[in-house]
């Protein structure tokens, strides 16, 4: 948009407050001076874009001016007036610099450099080779000249004239400002007569570079507000504006002269240029601008009201905002009210001038002029100045320091609009519509970007906190020891057999009822760990655990989530197995981002894992009952697959039997077919009966029909075979395998067939009366492997099924004293089988088969469990 | 009451060192104004908590002395620093602390009583010569304020002589002992004595001068001339005794004094300058720029640090003589106007050479760099307005034969002024007591009515360059241009006259209209001589007509009129008119008309025997 102006920071000053007293001040070459009303003056470089140099005076600096053709500088402290040679100071500064030091060196200003020992002198000018100093004293302003030394050296100021002008004695200026604390500034200016700087053009071209305080008025204007005797003496003339509002003017060389008064803008002056330079370089309008907005505009009216001789008219306007600081280009008056940086086109109302005739209307046109000035949009300006080396094209710098403490440079847009000011306000009136729509969008923009973090953070942090809730609802589970029912999330599994592409796998369905009061977010990841209980480490050394992870995408309370896990396809797989499933939350997915993630590389690593529960696996949970109506329905569902099954199931019966038919043959050592192994344990049917008792204790009848031992043993298959322990259950493939006998056809995990037989049998001494009645499960199988297995998940069942059992059992009869005996002469003799199988040196063949024997022993003949 | 005598030798100690350091610091020399005013005020607030100190218990004899001494040396410093109404108070409780120690009484609030009884009840004690020191000083602040008749009522100069004889009697070994014992004092009282008679003197004479009592002032001075003083205090009683003289119409004696006050000092530029209005007085012209010349280059030295009237005394006389009267005695124009005076009288007094001279240095002064807006006495300001200055810079560049520098310059006015020059303007009947002043004062800074005049009297300039040219045509040109510029003043006073513009009216009836109408005469007589040279008569007898309608005494209009009357064969007539401006004796002074409204001395001449002799030739037919 070409309406925009560019600011470019090009420094910052440790710098705080609205000071009245900052001044920039240009034209030493590439260097600019910032006076900021502390104690400080700061020397930027343009070259090197920085600040070069601190000059740190000995008061509060005022006012600075300068002498562009010898370098010096005059500063109004409170103390007094010091004389700064620049140019002595920044050769001094380059040759420090050979050494290389980026911060700005610090000069200290001494006492030898005062030249003018006025206390709070509030403005300085140089006319030639005379300063001027204002100051108030008592109750006059008072506008004293010294003479400057024609050579640098000599410090000698001589004072040779001063000029008093009463102060005005509205009582508010005075009450007003020293309630507002700092004094306000005035503003001296110089303006020259227009043809004497065509006159010297020698001396024109020096001044015109200093041109800051110098202006060059039209003569004829001139002539109009400061007399003929002025122009006549090709004199300067001194304006000076005071806070109370009064605009002085002195005629500087005109043997006695006075200081008189030209106009009152009612408020302090915080501005007097002027500006609309013609061709001639000429400025036909005079300006001053007061503190509160009002300001004057002094410009020669040719068609003055009697006879026709130009006048000189004074139109006065109010701007809005109050004026902090004022610059003047050739055609335009540029003002900071602090809130944005406007600009007021006064060539704009002498334009307008041309093509209306009236008199009236010349003012109505400017005072049009002064109602709308545009706005450049930039804030905060309390200093500006137009910098002396302006860039063709039209194009308009200007050098601002903001209330911050920057040093900005300010590039206007070069394009005017040069139509009718209708034509240009609509224009205008549509450009800063868009700019402010667009300003709003871009709010807007942010805004939403920010609502977004919020919201996220918000997220982010509810998240945190469930997990928190949740991890604390976890640990104390673990310290108060609840049984597995009633813990808020809980886990259990089923096992269950699957047949695919004619291979049985078996799969651990698990399932996580949450019936916590969180819900389980992203983030929460259900981790399952299986592995085998004995393992036998592998050569390799890798542990053969399989890990398993589900991620939760919103489980709320009540719900259950259902996974399956392959555990093994038939024929490989180790049982009894460990399964341990834990909760992890992870931050990163907590974060969400990818990029997130992968910026924290370390945040994926770091989750906090809470244990659920650790699981076993075994035999009894991975047997395969055969059953005729399973096979019989599976035939019939599966014509394909039929065949093949039904000769396995026949092989595998074949097998059975005629394993029997040699277990009961007694002979089983040196047999060469397969071996039939088998083991048992006895368990007192009176603490089965105990044990199994809760289960049916709804009905009465049930507990009669237990007296039947038959019975008894069926039960005992049915809780051995679909028992829940510990969380894991049997799945039921298909339908519930009815059990008539109390003997069980199962293909172990292995694919081994075995028989698992629960009965009731007398243990005891032959010709003991007392004998017990006892329940013996025994599991046969050629699989040496699936019979210790199986052996191994009867035993834990049993075990637990006496631990549910309570101390009832205590109550149990004498020690079978006759068993214990038998048994210790087995172990005797076991004992002693042992080592003779390792005392003698034979063959490892036979040895091992020596051992196998004796644990073959130990496992036939169990003790019996009361 | 026991006062420990410690305590008295600590405070007359700290008053001798600072009396010691002010001594010191005045011997230093004058380094820089500043410089004395803040070590001045440095000391005076130091004694002034040493006084306060030493006042802080009840008035007592055994220290009354350092308390006097210590007093004077406060006030000196005070009265240096011009804080009169401190240090008054002070002496005022100090000679009440003075009545106290004495046991008397003062119910009084007048001055004079409270002091003849201070000093009657100091009687012959020890305070006696201190309280005669405090006296002075008050003498001395009554003259810083010109209570003179104060002075006059307890006859001060008794008094001199008595501080004056009671350090003089004591015998040298006597002295030394009571120096030594009595505290130090900032300014010696014999010094301070001395210094007050004599301006006590010359302030007196001037008042008396201004009263117009020359003579009892004269003999006062005379004997005042024999004081003990500086040099430049005894130029000052010369230059009083030369002003009471002129005042007695008796101007060789008072130039005898004034050369007698230069000889005494010869930066007395006064004494010049009344001199040089004694000349004047005289009418010796070449006595008088012979003054104004020398008034002008002593003017123009680079003034000199004062080291003779401020001498090491922290009282300057200055201070003491700050009456009205003798400020108003003593006031020298500005070196610029001087210059002017000096250039006006040149060219006046037929050195015109010189006087263009002075006119360009003049010009060139103001121009300079170092020309700046000092203020001026406007009482002895002579300076013209600047467009009058460069008319009569002009004027005077036309009289050396350089018609073009002069008419450099009058376009330079021209060009000036010509853009405010208004269509109308209305030139109204003066009101009494409002002048030139008044019209200064207004905003825009001119009056339209002196602009136009300016303007006019720019063309009139150029055209008798133009004429002085024989460049009749464009001399024509600008008269008409002159008059047109003329004819836009309307006069608003129907009963005024302005046909007869004496120069006793000048005064009474404004300087304007007076211009103005020598203004019309003269361009409108001047456009009809050109046309007489272009040989068109008829115009040339017209305008001759009207300007001896609006300027009847101008005899060039009627003598020229005559020569084109005759030119015309209307030959009576033309004697008529020839015998009638030979009959006007009225000369106006030729002083009081700036420079660019005289006659010019060139162009065409008519010689009066000549135009007698045709007047002869005439007579015998009638």
Redesign the interface.
């Known amino acids: 948009m070409e309406g925009r102006c560019a600011v470019e920071t090009w420094a910052q000053f440790g710098f705080s407050g609205r000071s009245y007293k900052v001044k920039i001040l240009c034209g030493f070459g590439t260097d600019v001076l910032i006076c900021t009303g502390t104690e400080e003056i700061y020397v930027f470089s343009k070259r090197e874009r920085k600040i070069t140099t601190v000059l740190l005076l000995p008061a509060a600096v005022n006012d600075l001016v300068g002498n562009q053709d010898k370098q010096l500088i005059y500063v109004a402290c409170r103390s007094g007036v010091y004389r700064v040679n620049l140019q002595f100071l920044l050769h001094r500064d380059q040759s420090s610099q050979a050494d290389a030091s980026s911060s700005p060196a610090e000069l200290k200003i001494s006492q030898e450099c005062l030249v003018v020992?006025a206390d709070e002198v509030s403005s300085l000018l140089l006319v030639?080779?005379?300063l001027l100093t204002l100051c108030q004293r008592d109750a006059s302003w008072l506008l004293t000249?010294y003479?400057t030394p024609k050579q640098t050296a000599s410090t000698s100021h001589k004072e040779?004239?001063s000029?008093h002008l009463p102060v005005a004695s509205a009582v508010d200026c005075g009450a007003a400002e020293s309630n507002r604390g700092p004094r306000k500034g005035s503003v001296l200016i110089c303006i020259h007569s227009g043809d004497v700087e065509a006159s010297s053009s020698s001396n024109a071209s020096a001044e015109s570079t200093v041109a800051q305080d110098h202006f060059h008025l039209e003569p004829?204007l001139f002539?109009?507000?400061?007399?003929?005797?002025?122009?006549?003496?090709?004199?300067p003339v001194i304006l000076c504006g005071l806070p109370d509002g009064r605009l002085c003017f002195?005629?500087?060389?005109?043997?006695?002269?006075?200081l008189?008064v030209?106009h009152s803008l009612e408020q302090p002056v915080c501005f007097v240029g002027a500006s609309v330079v013609t061709e001639t370089g000429h400025a036909q309008c005079l300006v001053a601008a007061g503190e509160q907005g009002r300001v004057a505009l002094i410009k020669t009216d040719k068609a003055?009201s009697?006879?026709?001789?130009?006048v000189?008219a004074f139109t006065e306007g109010c701007v809005p905002g109050p004026v902090w600081c004022g610059c003047m280009d050739k055609s335009c008056f540029y003002y900071s009210t602090g809130a944005d940086l406007l600009r007021l086109d006064l060539s704009e109302g002498s334009f307008a001038r041309e093509s209306k005739e009236r008199g009236e209307e010349t003012s109505g046109t400017t005072a049009a002029a002064l109602q709308s000035p545009s706005s450049l949009n930039v804030c905060r300006v309390i200093a500006l100045a137009e910098p002396a080396c302006s860039t063709a094209a039209g194009d308009v710098q200007l050098l601002g320091v903001s209330a911050r403490g920057q040093l900005q440079r300010i590039c206007l847009p070069a394009g005017r609009v040069d139509e009718g000011s209708s034509k240009l306000s609509s224009t205008q009136v549509s450009r800063s519509v868009r700019d402010l729509l667009s300003a709003i969008g871009d709010v807007c923009e942010r805004a939403s970007v920010l609502k977004t973090v919020i919201k996220s953070k918000n997220q982010f942090l509810r998240l945190l906190n469930h997990a928190v809730s949740v991890s604390f609802l976890l640990m104390a589970d673990t310290t108060t020891d609840l049984p597995i029912k009633e813990k808020p999330i809980r886990c259990h599994f089923e096992t269950s057999w699957s047949r695919l592409l004619q291979k049985d796998s078996l799969s651990l369905v698990c399932f996580l009822h949450n019936s916590s009061p969180f819900v389980l977010e992203r983030g929460w990841t259900l981790s399952i760990t299986v592995s085998p209980l004995s393992y036998s480490s592998s050569p390799a050394g890798e542990s053969s655990s399989t890990n398993f992870s589900f991620p939760f995408h919103d489980l709320r309370p009540g719900q259950t989530f259902e996974a399956s896990l392959p555990i093994a396809a038939a024929g490989d797989a180790s049982f009894p197995m460990t399964v341990s499933c834990s909760l992890i939350f992870s931050l990163s997915s907590l974060l969400g981002e990818e990029e997130v993630a992968a910026s924290f590389a370390g945040l994926q690593s770091s989750c906090i894992s809470l244990p659920l529960s650790t699981l076993t696996v075994d035999w009894l949970h991975a047997l395969q009952l055969n059953s005729p109506t399973a096979t019989h329905k599976m035939a019939t569902v599966q014509p394909s697959s039929a065949a093949a099954d039904s000769i396995q199931t026949f092989l595998s019966s074949r097998q059975l039997r005629c394993g029997g038919r040699t277990n009961r043959g007694g002979e089983s050592a040196a047999k060469p077919e397969p071996e039939k192994y088998s083991a048992s344990v006895w368990v007192s049917s009176e603490i089965v009966r105990d044990t199994l008792k809760p289960k049916k204790s709804s009905n009465l009848d049930a507990k009669e029909s237990i007296r039947d031992p038959e019975d008894l043993c069926l039960s005992l298959l049915e809780r051995l075979l679909s028992e829940d322990t510990e969380g894991v259950k049997m799945g039921c493939q298909g339908d519930k395998i009815a059990l008539s006998t109390s003997v069980a056809h199962a293909r172990g995990p292995n694919g081994a067939a075995m028989k698992l037989t629960v009965k009731e049998i007398n243990v005891g001494e032959e010709e003991s009366t007392d004998k017990e009645a006892t329940i013996e499960v025994q599991i046969e199988s050629s699989s040496l492997a699936a019979v210790c297995g199986l052996h191994h998940a009867v035993l834990r069942r049993i075990q637990t099924l006496l631990q549910s059992a309570t101390e009832k059992a205590a109550s149990t009869k004498n020690v079978q004293i006759l068993g214990l005996r038998r048994a210790l002469q087995r172990a005797e003799i076991q004992q002693s089988q042992i080592s003779g199988a390792f005392g003698e040196v034979v063959s490892t063949v036979q040895r091992d088969r020596l051992l196998l024997s004796v644990y073959q022993e130990l496992r036939r003949n169990p003790l019996l469990i009361v | 009451m026991y006062q420990p005598p410690s305590l008295l030798e600590k405070w007359s100690q700290e008053n001798n060192e600072l009396v010691n350091k002010c001594k010191q610091e005045a011997a230093g020399g004058a380094v820089s104004r500043?410089h004395r005013q803040s070590s001045l005020r440095w000391c005076s607030s130091e004694f002034h908590k040493l006084l306060r100190k030493i006042q802080g218990i009840p008035p007592h004899v055994d220290h009354s002395q350092l308390e006097l001494a210590v007093v004077y040396n406060t006030c000196v410093c005070f009265t240096a620093q011009s804080q009169f109404s401190e240090a008054e108070l002070l002496l005022k409780e100090a000679t009440e602390r003075v009545l106290q120690v004495t046991g008397n009484n003062a119910d009084t609030s007048d001055p004079l009583v409270l002091w003849r009884a201070g000093l009657k009840s100091a009687g012959n004690t020890a305070l006696h010569p201190h309280v005669l020191y405090l006296l002075c000083l008050q003498w001395a602040l009554w003259l810083a304020k010109c209570q003179l008749e104060n002075i006059g009522e307890l006859q001060m100069s008794s008094l001199c002589e008595i501080v004056c004889d009671g350090v003089g009697d004591c015998s040298p070994s006597e002295a030394k002992g009571r120096l030594s014992k009595s505290p130090l004092l900032v300014m010696e009282p014999k010094r301070l004595t001395e210094l007050l008679q004599i301006c006590t003197s010359i302030a007196q004479g001037a008042e008396k001068l201004n009263e117009g009592r020359s003579s009892e002032a004269l003999s006062d001075l005379q004997a005042a001339s024999a004081l003990p003083a500086t040099r430049a205090l005894v130029a000052y009683t010369h230059l009083l005794s030369g002003s009471c003289l002129a005042h007695m119409n008796r101007p060789q004696m008072a130039l005898q004094c004034y050369k007698r006050a230069l000889e005494t000092d010869s930066r007395c530029v006064c004494a010049l300058y009344r001199s040089m209005l004694i000349y004047r007085q005289l009418g010796n012209t070449q006595a008088e720029i012979q003054a104004l010349r020398l008034l002008h280059s002593t003017l123009m030295l680079p003034p000199a640090t004062e080291p003779v009237l401020g001498g090491i005394q922290p009282l300057s006389p200055s201070l003491l003589l700050s009456s009205q009267s003798l400020s108003r005695l003593l006031s020298v124009p500005?070196a610029?106007?001087v210059l002017y005076s000096l250039a006006l009288k040149c060219v006046l007094s037929g050195r015109v050479t010189e006087g263009v001279e002075h006119y360009l240095d003049l010009l060139a002064a103001?121009?300079s760099?170092?020309?700046?807006?000092?203020?001026?006495d406007?009482e002895v300001?002579v300076?013209p307005?600047?467009?009058e200055l460069?008319l009569e810079a002009g004027t005077a560049l036309l009289f050396t034969w350089r018609p073009a520098d002069c008419m450099a310059f009058c376009n330079?006015?021209i060009s000036?002024?010509l853009?405010?020059?208004?269509?109308?303007?209305v030139l109204e009947e003066p009101e009494e007591g409002i002048g030139g002043d008044a019209r200064g004062l207004s905003?825009?800074?001119?009056d339209?009515v002196a602009?136009l005049l300016?303007a006019a009297a720019a063309y009139l300039v150029q055209g008798h360059c133009h004429a002085h040219l024989k460049d009749w045509k464009q001399a024509v040109t600008h008269y008409t241009r002159c008059i047109n510029l003329l004819v836009k003043v309307h006069l608003k006073n129907r009963d005024f006259q302005p046909q007869i513009p004496a120069a006793d009216v000048n005064v009474k009836h404004g300087k304007d209209l007076c211009t103005l109408q020598r203004m019309k005469g003269l361009s409108l007589a001047w456009r009809g001589i050109s046309f007489t040279q272009m040989d068109q008569l008829r115009e040339a007898l017209r305008d001759l007509q009207l300007s001896l309608q609006a300027f009847p005494d101008y005899t060039g209009a009627g003598l020229w009129c005559g020569e084109v009357l005759w030119r015309l064969g209307r030959k009576h007539e033309a004697a008529a008119c020839w015998e009638k401006t030979w009959s006007l004796t009225t000369q106006t002074s030729v002083e009081k008309l700036p420079l660019y409204l005289q006659d010019p001395q060139s162009g065409p001449l008519l010689d009066s025997v000549e135009l007698r002799f045709r007047i002869q030739e005439l007579v015998p037919p009638v």
């Open positions: 020992g030639g080779s005379v000249l003479k040779f004239g000029f004829l002539k109009l507000l400061f007399g003929v005797e002025a122009a006549l003496a090709k004199s002195l005629p500087l060389r005109l043997p006695g002269s006075r008189r030209l003055g009697e006879g026709g001789s130009a000189a | 500043d500005s610029l106007s103001l121009h760099e170092d020309q700046h807006a000092v203020r001026v406007a300001s300076l307005r600047m467009p460069y330079e006015v000036t002024t853009e405010l020059v208004p269509e109308k303007v905003v825009e800074g001119e339209k602009m300016w």
